[in-house]
């Protein structure tokens, strides 16, 4: 979403200049009627000039940015193996898990994916990634992980450092800023066990969460895709909430700890047990059914 509208700008941009060009080319025949002809004949070559050579270049930009890579195409098996494996593609519609595919494609072709301490990452592996991205941006118009590069998957929990060892304890993370602001970092056997379990905690779920609230540069508990007076409603409804006591709050803990984690675990629930969320939490609920369905 970022790079596209940074597209949207410069396009706004050139816009703004092509429109002062046409201004001077325009110039160019009262020019003409009068007794600088010459003068009139290089201004307006140079007009013609540099709009062609501007137009050319923006033309060049614009395939650059907007350019995406072919999607990888899903072969049988791969069905096979999300059907009996990611529980949201088995009740789709067969349209819908035609784009559901579609979408994982794309995410494979442009993500990379490293499964840390093997050469190669295992096809399960690389299709429970996609699946959490897909399954978290599902319903939306779009399905772009902003700056996200690259997706580490190591193969237990690990440490605030990225170091692995038997104290490990986070089993997914988003980095905000620095020289990893575009990596995601998974744990493999909390990644598979929560599309196992099916208990409304999801590890993949909960970290491409994380990326919708980031998509707005702002990692506040309000996802980009919620505008207008329903920022407002969202965030008085999030406070009521976490101003709560734990023991009175029907909410994962964890999800207490701050209005991105709040949001994060939310969405973890609402796409593994909406009917859930629904009677727990009907006026969030309605917020979210407004926006991803």
């Known amino acids: 979403m970022k790079s596209y509208l940074s597209f949207l700008e410069g396009k706004a941009r050139f816009t703004a200049w092509l429109v002062v060009f046409f201004i001077l080319l325009f110039s160019v025949p009262p020019l003409m009627a009068s007794e600088m002809k010459i003068t009139a004949k290089f201004f307006g070559i140079t007009v013609i000039v540099t709009i062609s050579t501007a137009l050319w270049i923006w033309r060049i930009q614009t395939v650059k940015r907007m350019q995406r890579k072919a999607r990888i195409m899903l072969n049988l098996n791969d069905r096979f193996w999300l059907n009996q494996q990611i529980s949201f593609y088995k009740k789709l519609s067969s349209r819908d898990k035609i784009i559901f595919e579609d979408r994982v494609g794309l995410f494979l072709a442009e993500i990379s994916i490293t499964e ?29 992980y902003g700056e996200l590069s690259e997706v580490l998957v190591y193969p237990d929990n690990f440490n605030e450092d990225n170091s692995i060892d038997h104290k490990g304890v986070i089993a997914g993370k988003v980095h905000h800023g620095g020289l990893m602001d575009g990596t995601m970092v998974l744990s493999l056997p909390t990644l598979i066990k929560g599309f196992v379990l099916l208990d409304a905690s999801n590890v993949g779920i909960h970290e491409f969460a994380h990326m919708l609230d980031k998509a707005d540069e702002n990692v506040d508990g309000i996802p980009a895709f919620i505008q207008g007076e329903d920022r407002l409603v969202w965030a008085t409804l999030v406070d009521r909430e976490m101003r709560r006591k734990v023991k009175q709050s029907k909410f994962n803990p964890y999800g207490l700890t701050s209005e991105e984690e709040f949001f994060a675990v939310l969405m973890e629930a609402y796409r593994e047990n909406p009917k859930r969320i629904e009677k727990r939490y009907p006026e969030l609920f309605v917020v979210l059914e407004e926006h991803l369905k």
């Open 116 to 144: 840390v301490g093997k050469a190669a990452p295992q096809k399960s592996t690389c299709l429970y990634v996609a699946s959490s991205a897909v399954i978290s941006f599902w319903g939306l118009p779009y399905w772009n």
